[in-house]
């Protein structure tokens, strides 16, 4: 009796980390603006690694410098991220989001007006810096929004910005590169945009008082795992989230290269190319959410990553029409892990969104500037294929999503346990 009321209160309940202060509904209002923004704030910094070959020319940089200029604006965000999280936890900050967006605009008109490799590093940094705020504090407002739908919540926030990244190569090809350095500039509009909408959604965040939670809210959410457990699943998240984002850096910063080097299409034709797996990835991203809320976080995560290896290790090995078509599969697939990722570790640690949500956002952003650091290194001493050679075995780190501990099992326990008590 016990385990069949159990079991029909888990259907009637939310999903672990819901706020039971929170809307009844998903605010698809706040979600779509919210996910707009991150359109904004991720075009702006996917236009970064789009212009590299304009920079490269102009600037008679190597690709240790490219990789340097993806580590400043990765590393910023990554440091920054996970204090911000914890400080906005405690003390929330409706407007933040905006002061954030006004970071990216100044990085932009920077980079735009940079006469120097120093000044491109300057740009890149703030614009680095804008998505340090931006990323843990929007997280927490998709999450405050979804109405219980987390997945879902998250899926639609990120796929904003996947999307941003996904348009950044092509304004690029089709704006910057036919115009030059300068035309960056322009950009600025949408980040000024972007500072309009983050206003509302500000104003709609501070007039709702959900921000904070009360302590016996917070005991709800626990899973009671043990400590040890908890430390460990994180640590297993971490791992994976390397894999998926030291091998993205290979893409997205060298695969316009990679393309040039080997398959000879002109620049513009490889920004096309590059749009094509960053708006696929934009598809795969909006799926995972959903997905893992209906069937489960740690599924999505095991198709994510380790699913997608056997295509990484053919990607060296095809023409450019197989090559193309590789990259659209593994874009589909390796961006679907994200959501899960984030949501499965929001529900590990309840009450601490802001500070995961940066730890995460930031260690991916890390990933990401480390990786084309590491990997500039390796092509300016070996060559470009040999670099897609190496990452295509990363995802095989996908395999330690067998010890993670299952949280539908564990949530199921405790709803047990409480109604017995």
């Given amino acids: 009796m016990v385990k069949r009321v159990a079991s029909e209160t888990l259907k009637a309940e939310p999903l672990a980390g819901h706020d039971a202060r929170s809307p009844e509904k998903t605010v698809f209002a706040i979600l779509g603006a919210i996910s707009f923004g991150h359109l904004l704030n991720d075009m702006s910094q996917s236009l970064i690694p789009a212009i590299y070959p304009i920079l490269k020319t102009g600037f008679h940089l190597d690709f240790g410098q490219i990789g340097l200029i993806t580590f400043t604006y990765q590393l910023t965000a990554s440091l920054l991220q996970p204090v911000v999280g914890w400080y906005t936890d405690r003390r929330p900050h409706p407007y933040s989001l905006t002061?954030?967006?006004?970071?990216?605009?100044?990085?932009?008109?920077?980079?735009?007006?940079?006469?120097?490799?120093?000044?491109?590093l300057v740009g890149s940094a703030m614009v680095g810096m804008g998505s340090s705020v931006f990323h843990p504090e929007s997280s927490r407002v998709a999450r405050l929004a979804s109405g219980g739908q987390h997945g879902l919540a998250q899926s639609v926030f990120q796929v904003g910005g996947n999307a941003g990244t996904a348009l950044g190569p092509l304004l690029a090809a089709f704006i910057v590169l036919p115009r030059g350095q300068r035309s960056i500039s322009w950009f600025s509009l949408a980040a000024a945009l972007g500072m309009a909408i983050l206003f509302y959604v500000g104003n709609w965040y501070k007039a709702h008082p959900f921000r904070t939670r009360p302590r016996g809210a917070l005991q709800k959410e626990q899973l009671h795992l043990p400590r040890t457990t908890v430390i460990w699943a994180i640590t297993i998240l971490i791992l994976l989230i390397f894999s998926k984002y030291f091998y993205l850096a290979s893409i997205s910063s060298y695969y316009t290269f990679y393309l040039i080097s080997k398959f000879h299409v002109p620049v513009q034709s490889s920004q096309l190319y590059l749009a094509l797996f960053l708006g696929a990835a934009a598809v795969g991203t909006f799926a995972g959410g959903p997905l893992g809320d209906r069937f489960g976080r740690k599924l999505v995560i095991w198709c994510s990553i380790l699913g997608v290896l056997p295509f990484t290790l053919l990607l060296p090995y095809v023409n450019l029409f197989w090559t193309a078509v590789l990259s659209i599969i593994i874009g589909l697939v390796i961006a679907s892990a994200f959501s899960a990722i984030l949501v499965y570790a929001?529900?590990?640690?309840?009450?601490?969104?802001?500070?995961?949500?940066?730890?995460?956002?930031?260690f991916a952003f890390g990933m990401g500037g480390i990786g084309a650091a590491v990997l500039g290194k390796i092509a300016d001493a070996t060559n470009?294929?040999?670099?897609?050679?190496?990452?295509?075995?990363?995802?095989?780190?996908?395999?330690?999503?067998?010890?993670l501990p299952n949280l539908r099992r564990a949530r199921q326990h405790a709803l047990a346990a409480h109604q017995e008590a």
């Fill in 346 to 362: 929001q529900d590990l640690v309840p009450g601490n969104i802001g500070m995961i949500s940066g730890v995460f956002f930031g």
């Fill in 384 to 403: 470009i294929y040999f670099v897609y050679k190496i990452c295509s075995y990363l995802p095989a780190i996908g395999i330690l999503t067998a010890f």
């Fill in 99 to 120: 002061a954030g967006m006004s970071f990216t605009l100044a990085g932009l008109i920077v980079l735009a007006l940079a006469p120097s490799f120093e000044m491109l």
